[in-house]
């Protein structure tokens, strides 16, 4: 009788336990404010290290602004020029199911991770092959290997 009163103890903490990260991400809104994109991270079955996000070297971030009137704006700064490029409808959210316009490049996925400080969306990689060829004209060559791959994007938030 105690062995089954201890294993349904362990059985009942573990499922707790387990659980507890999934109480991150609620099903409300995203918080208000400016995000910036900080890594890309491919879920393959080979080993490829996580990507910082290809902000415009010397110019200002890249950034996503989510405001209180459920519109959002992503900003992109070009590389050379600086010049800021703005594209509005730029997030949208119900529930867990996100779509971002980065660039142009929309991204459906769901959010698996969702704080005051941080957000990181994962969709199916197809969703981004067309900006990752864009962004990282070195590994063209190699995305459609991809295929069928899961794909992170984390954003932090700005303070």
Same mark, same amino acid.
């Given at each position: 009788?105690?062995?089954?009163?201890?294993?349904?103890?362990?059985?009942?903490?573990?499922?707790?336990?387990?659980?507890?990260?999934?109480?991150?991400?609620?099903?409300?809104?995203?918080?208000?404010?400016?995000?910036?994109?900080?890594?890309?991270?491919?879920?393959?079955?080979?080993?490829?290290?996580?990507?910082?996000?290809?902000?415009?070297?010397?110019?200002?971030?890249?950034?996503? *602004?989510?405001?209180?009137?459920? #519109?959002?704006?992503?900003?992109?700064? %070009?590389?050379?020029?600086?010049?800021? $490029?703005? +594209?509005?409808?730029?997030?949208?959210?119900?529930?867990?199911?996100?779509?971002?316009?980065?660039?142009?490049?929309?991204?459906?996925?769901?959010?698996?991770? *969702?704080?005051?400080?941080?957000? #990181?969306?994962?969709?199916?990689?197809? %969703?981004?092959?067309?900006?990752?060829? $864009?962004? +990282?004209?070195?590994?063209?060559?190699?995305?459609?290997?991809?295929?069928?791959?899961?794909?992170?994007?984390?954003?932090?938030?700005?303070?």
């Amino acid at each position: 009788m105690k062995r089954i009163f201890f294993l349904l103890t362990l059985f009942v903490g573990v499922s707790i336990a387990s659980c507890s990260s999934d109480d991150k991400s609620e099903d409300g809104v995203v918080e208000v404010g400016k995000w910036e994109p900080t890594t890309l991270e491919v879920e393959t079955l080979l080993p490829i290290p996580k990507l910082d996000y290809p902000h415009s070297e010397g110019c200002d971030r890249d950034y996503l *602004e989510i405001r209180n009137d459920d #519109t959002a704006t992503f900003y992109h700064f %070009e590389e050379d020029t600086c010049n800021q $490029v703005v +594209y509005d409808n730029a997030f949208e959210k119900n529930g867990k199911e996100v779509s971002v316009n980065l660039m142009g490049f929309e991204m459906k996925g769901e959010i698996v991770s *969702e704080d005051s400080e941080s957000m #990181t969306i994962r969709a199916d990689i197809s %969703e981004l092959l067309p900006y990752l060829a $864009v962004m +990282y004209p070195e590994y063209s060559g190699m995305l459609a290997a991809l295929t069928g791959s899961k794909i992170k994007l984390t954003f932090k938030k700005i303070k």
